[in-house]
């Protein structure tokens, strides 16, 4: 298990989450390389079944961020992604996922360290909860 590294899907925001993985990119900033962004244009945009298909493929944890409240590009985009991962953390136990799997952030564009800090917890708290198992469709 020591040898074990996290596959992280992160489904970031155009406007601000993804500017700041550029920035902590352009800054030098290490975070985990076996992390996918997803470049989505508001995280509101992000449906539920992205996320679950995501730990249906393997993904060992995901991350869904975005602006911060407030100063969201399409207004209440974020709002919508925060209820949305509410309900999906109630559902993911049931399919065997713990539901500390999934986490909701809000990174600004000039918060390249935080993106880079943010990462590395996700990788580290996943590496303690060991390797996810692929969840499997009902038929």
């Known amino acids: 298990m020591r040898d074990f590294e996290p596959f992280i899907i992160a489904f970031v925001c155009n406007w601000c989450t993804y500017t700041a993985a550029d920035l902590a ?8 390389p076996n992390t996918r962004l997803i470049r989505v244009m508001c995280t509101g945009m992000v449906d539920p079944q992205y996320v679950i298909k ?7 944890a995901v991350l869904v961020s975005g602006c911060h409240p407030g100063d969201c590009h399409y207004i209440n985009g974020n709002f919508k992604a925060r209820r949305r991962i509410r309900l999906l953390k109630e559902i993911l136990p049931r399919f065997g996922v713990a539901p500390e799997r999934l986490r909701l952030t809000w990174i600004g564009a000039s918060d390249g360290i935080q993106f880079a800090q943010t990462m590395r917890e996700l990788a580290d708290q996943a590496r303690e909860l060991g390797p996810s198992r692929p969840l499997e469709m009902a038929v």
């Not at 990119?25 to 975070?31: A, E, F, H, I």
């Open 54 to 60: 995501a730990f249906m493929d393997g993904a060992d």
């Open 25 to 32: 990119g352009t800054s030098r900033l290490s975070y985990p």
